[in-house]
């Protein structure tokens, strides 16, 4: 799996509406903008998960289990095929099953896909719906769907999202793709204000020994 597919989604999770007026619409708001203050009150945010991809031509799903580090722009996420580390300025990716370092720059523009923006970014680019609850093992999830403004702007079709109502936390996010594939993404555990080095967001070369190194920038 390439490393677009990961950052795709957990950008999208968080994405929602732009201009909408009903009720129905006004309420998808009030929840993702609550989903979004809670997480600016954080300092930073460690989160475990599971990424499935479910393409249509294979009838096995590709899992992966992980784990996120966010604090301001800066970033690192680990999975099992991948290492991407970002500092808000320059990206790092280490693909594992190629020994490869791969080193851009970070995008900062509004269509950009990083887990930085993706608490902060949902008032553009997304028509949002509520699409009522569901309780499971005790919890209440309030849903919301999510569409394109511009459909042809983008390669994703649908967002569903499965928000935890007490806590305010995405709990799931399934995205479906144009070429027929669903990608899922799930919050194992969240853990705010868990960042206290820094040093977490800096590229060590040493830790990577004979990789080889492709500058994209």
Known sequence: M?????????????YGVHGQN??????????????????????????TFEISLENPRD??????????????????LEIASQDVISDGKTRWTFLKDANEIQI???????NSITPSSI????????????AGEEKENGKVYQLI????????????????????????YIASAKVF??????????VDKLTPNAITDDSLFSFNASKYPGAEIVDLR
């Open 2 to 14: 390439k490393k677009r597919l990961f950052l795709l989604c957990f950008s999208f999770i968080f």
């Open 22 to 47: 009903n009720q129905t619409n006004k309420k998808a708001q009030e929840i993702l903008k609550g989903v979004s203050d809670k997480y600016k009150s954080f300092k930073s945010v460690k989160a």
């Open 59 to 76: 009838k096995n799903a590709d899992v992966q289990k992980g784990s996120i580090y966010i604090k301001g722009d800066k970033y690192k």
């Open 104 to 110: 851009d720059n970070q995008q900062t523009d509004e």
């Open 119 to 130: 608490f902060t970014m949902y008032e553009k680019g997304w028509l949002s719906k509520y």
């Open 145 to 168: 769907e999510l569409v394109p403004v511009d459909p042809k702007k983008k390669n994703v079709f649908k967002v569903k999202l499965r928000i935890n109502k007490n806590d305010k």
């Open 177 to 186: 793709d144009k070429n027929g594939s669903v990608k899922t993404f799930t």
